[in-house]
C-alpha cells in the first residue's frame, strides 16, 4: 500500500524497512499486541532479502537434532570464535546462538514462515576447529505467492539473470533437475511440472507465483505480518527521528501532503538494509575500483545509518570486511541498462571451469565461497580484479556460465552483446580476453594435468566438504574437476561485487542501538544489515545474514514489547 494517504499519526512501535529483519520485528511485536507500522520508502518491499537465496544459518535448531545432524551450540561457537577472531563480540555472538532457535521456533510456530533443514550443506571454511558438513543451513520453503493477493505486484522480484523464461523462479534443487533433464525422468517430470504451473500463472500475473528462496521468506513473513494486522506503507522516506528527553518516540516522513510526524511510544527500529548503494561506499572498500557492483538494492544508501548516527548512535569500526562479497558479472544492454549476475553457486565450483587474472594465471580455488572468491581478488587487485571464468563447451552446455544458458539454451545474444566470449582456441580466447596467449596456454595446461587424475595441486579445487557440494556429484573422481579442453571456449569478465554492507549500528544484546559510551539509546534499535555484523565482516556458512536478521528481529520486538509495558 502506498503512502498517499500519509499514514498513521501513531504506533506502539515503527519499524523502518521492510526486509526479513524488518518482519521478523514486525511480527514478533504484533503479535504480542503492539500496534506495528512498518515503514518503506520503496515501492517495493523485501529489500534485499526478497532477492536473496533465503537461506538462514542457525546451529542447534530443532530440524537438525529432529534429524540426528549437527545440533551442537558448543561446535558452532568454538567455529565462530575461530572465524571471527580477535574482532569478536562474544555477548553477541552467545545471544545469537543461545536465542537462534527460540527465535526461529516462534515465527514457525506463530507466523506462516517454513523452513527445512539441509542435510548436506558444508559452512565455508571447513579447515577451521568446530565446522559442520550440515545442521546449520535451513532453507525456506517454497511459497504461493498468489495468497498475498492484491500486494503480491508489491513485493520486489529478483533480478531478471536469476529468473527463468522471464519471470519463472527456481531454487538450487530445481536448478539440478534442470541440469539432470536430460539424464534423469525424475528430474524431467519435476522440470515439467513448474513449467506448466509457469504457463498457466502467466495467463494471469506478470510472473510466476511459485516463489522460492528470498521472495519465499519475504512474502510469508509479509503474509503473516497483514493477517497480524500490521501496517506497511510503502513509499515514504523517512526524513528525521522525534527524540524527547533523550528518548526516540517517533519519525517525522515525507508524505504527498508534506512533512508529518508519526509517533511511536515504544521506539524506533532500524532495518533499512545497509549503505551496499551508497555513492560514498567506495571509502569503505579499498581496492575495489570503479568496476566494483553491488547486488544490494538502489535504495539501500545508509539513510537509515545517518539517522540513528544524528540520534548519538555510533557505527563499527575496524571488521574484517565492511561488505559482504560475491564476484559479479555484467551485461550491458543496448539500451545502457545493467543486468548484474552474482557468481553464487551455479558456476564456479563446476568441473571444466577456472578463474583466471590479468596475467592469465590462476589465483583463487574457484569452488570456495563467494566471499573468499572475492577476498582473493582483493589481496592483488592489480592482478586479480577483473578477472575472467573460462571454460570448454562441455562445461558451459552442461551447467552454464553466469547468465548464459546450459544446453539447449542458445546464447548467441550474450556473445553479440559482448557478455560471452567465444573462441575456437585457448590462445584466440585469451587474445580477446586481453591476455598473453602463452600464459594461459600454460595455465590451461597445467590445471588440465591434475583435472584429469580428480587433483588440484596448485589450489585444492574440490578438496574440501563444501567444494564438492557445490560441484556436480555425478561427475568423478572429483565433482569439481575435469579439463578446459573440448573447443569452442568461453570465458566471462567478474568484477568485485558485494551482497551488502556488514558495517552497521554498534547494539547491545537487545538489539538497542549504543551511543558512543557504550549506552543503549532508548527506543532506537537496529537489525539486519543496519546492525554491526555479529560476525565482524567475516562469513562462516550460508545463511548467516538472515539467521541473525531473523534472531535479532526478533529479540528487538520482544525489547520493545518490554519497553511499552512499562510505559503503560
Not at 540520534?311 to 571488521?319: E, M, N, R, S, Y
Request: with cysteine; glycine share 12%; proline share 5%.
Amino acid at each position: 500500500m502506498q503512502g498517499q494517504d500519509n499514514g498513521p499519526a501513531a504506533a506502539d512501535l515503527i519499524v523502518l524497512g521492510s526486509g526479513a529483519a524488518g518482519l521478523a520485528a514486525a511480527v514478533t511485536a504484533s503479535y504480542h499486541g503492539l500496534k506495528v507500522l512498518v515503514v518503506e520508502k520503496e515501492d517495493r518491499f523485501g529489500g534485499a532479502s526478497a532477492i536473496s537465496g533465503g537461506t538462514i544459518w542457525i546451529p542447534g535448531n530443532r530440524q537438525a537434532v529432529g534429524a540426528k545432524l549437527d545440533a551442537s551450540l558448543t561446535a558452532a561457537r568454538t567455529y565462530l570464535g575461530n572465524m571471527i577472531g580477535n574482532g569478536i563480540d562474544q555477548q553477541l555472538v552467545d545471544t545469537f546462538l543461545a536465542r537462534g532457535e527460540e527465535a526461529l521456533a516462534f515465527l514457525e510456530e506463530k507466523s506462516e514462515l517454513k523452513f527445512k533443514v539441509r542435510p548436506v550443506s558444508p559452512d565455508y571454511h571447513m579447515e577451521l576447529g568446530g565446522a559442520s558438513d550440515g545442521g546449520r543451513a535451513l532453507e525456506v520453503l517454497e511459497y504461493d505467492g498468489s495468497r498475498l493477493g492484491e500486494r503480491f505486484g508489491e513485493l520486489r522480484k529478483p533480478p531478471e539473470g536469476m529468473l527463468l523464461f522471464g519471470g519463472m523462479m527456481v531454487n538450487r534443487a530445481d536448478i539440478q533437475h534442470f541440469l539432470n533433464a536430460r539424464r534423469s525422468w525424475a528430474s524431467l517430470r519435476h522440470c515439467l511440472k513448474l513449467l506448466i504451473r509457469y504457463a498457466g500463472d502467466r495467463l494471469r500475473h506478470d510472473r510466476g507465483t511459485r516463489l522460492v528462496v528470498g521472495n519465499a521468506l519475504i512474502a510469508r513473513l509479509a503474509r503473516s505480518a497483514f493477517d497480524l494486522g500490521v501496517d506497511l506503507r510503502l513509499g515514504l522516506k523517512t526524513k528525521a527521528l522525534i527524540e524527547e528527553r533523550g528518548e526516540i518516540r517517533g519519525i517525522v516522513v515525507d508524505t504527498p501532503s508534506g512533512v508529518r510526524e508519526i509517533r511511536a511510544r515504544a521506539g524506533v527500529i532500524f532495518a533499512t538494509g545497509g549503505f551496499g548503494a551508497s555513492s560514498e561506499a567506495g571509502r569503505w572498500r579499498p581496492g575495489t575500483g570503479s568496476s566494483h557492483r553491488s547486488m544490494s538494492p538502489a535504495g539501500n544508501i545508509g539513510d537509515g545509518l545517518e539517522l540513528a548516527a544524528s540520534a548519538g548512535a555510533v557505527l563499527g569500526q575496524d571488521l574484517v570486511s565492511n561488505f559482504y562479497w560475491a564476484p559479479v558479472s555484467v551485461l550491458t544492454h543496448e539500451d545502457g541498462r545493467e543486468e548484474k549476475f552474482p557468481h553464487l553457486v551455479t558456476d564456479r565450483a563446476k568441473p571444466g571451469l577456472i578463474a583466471v587474472n590479468r596475467l592469465g594465471r590462476r589465483f583463487v580455488n574457484e569452488a570456495d565461497s563467494y566471499h573468499r572468491f572475492v577476498l582473493a581478488m582483493l589481496a592483488d587487485p592489480e592482478a586479480n580484479s577483473p578477472c575472467h571464468l573460462i571454460c570448454d563447451s562441455r562445461a558451459i552446455g552442461a551447467y552454464g556460465l553466469g547468465l548464459a544458458r546450459p544446453s539447449p539454451a542458445s546464447n548467441a545474444a550474450l556473445i553479440r552483446q559482448g557478455y560471452l566470449l567465444k573462441a575456437d582456441s585457448i590462445e584466440a580466447l585469451a587474445r580477446q580476453i586481453g591476455i598473453a596467449p602463452q600464459a594461459l596456454r600454460e595455465t590451461v595446461g597445467r590445471y588440465n594435468a591434475g583435472a584429469v587424475r580428480g587433483d588440484d595441486p596448485e589450489f585444492g579445487k574440490g578438496s574440501s566438504s563444501y567444494n564438492r557440494s557445490m560441484g556436480d556429484a555425478a561427475h568423478g573422481p572429483n565433482p569439481c574437476l575435469a579439463p578446459v579442453a573440448q573447443a569452442p571456449f568461453y570465458a566471462v569478465k567478474l568484477v568485485t561485487g558485494d551482497l551488502g554492507s556488514a558495517r552497521g549500528i554498534r547494539t547491545d544484546a537487545h538489539a538497542r542501538a549504543l551511543d558512543a559510551a557504550g549506552a543503549p539509546i532508548p527506543g532506537l534499535y537496529a537489525v539486519g544489515n543496519d546492525m554491526n555484523s555479529i560476525m565482524n565482516g567475516t562469513y562462516p556458512g550460508p545463511g548467516i545474514t538472515l539467521g541473525p536478521a531473523l534472531t535479532f528481529g526478533y529479540i528487538a520486538a520482544l525489547d520493545a514489547v518490554d519497553r511499552m509495558k512499562q510505559l503503560r
